[in-house]
């Protein structure tokens, strides 16, 4: 069964399941503008408008086409100017969770680290102990 938890766009209380993050009529609303944004992407001279256009003729909250975006409601392959801001940097991107520059950036870094650890661990193989004995025993 579902847990009880406030919706995120009105506040209400609801039964969260795992298919929505809304309530009903919040869900319902997304619903019908999600109709308007597929109505108008559909349109053969709007498959290549940007969010900034969707946004401007539709009305719809740019946070909502990036959503449908993400779940691969709206197809970047149908309809190229679309895309959704990368988790890192915010750079448009059209798949995954982070754009290339930010991926190549923490490669770059996991690598930096990889060759911290190995210069440690040499060191410490490197380092000899050495004991005295007492002499005046």
Known sequence: MGDLTNCSACGTLYIKNAVREV?????????????TVYTF??????????IETVVTHTGVSEELIHKWVRKKRLHSAQFPGLGYPCDKCGTIIREGKLCSTCIGSIRTDLAHVAKEEEYQAKLKANQKTYYTTDRNK
Do not use: S
């Open 23 to 35: 309530c009903n009529n919040c869900y319902k609303e997304e619903e019908m503008k999600f109709d």
């Open 41 to 50: 992407m559909r349109k053969r001279e709007n498959r290549a408008a940007t």
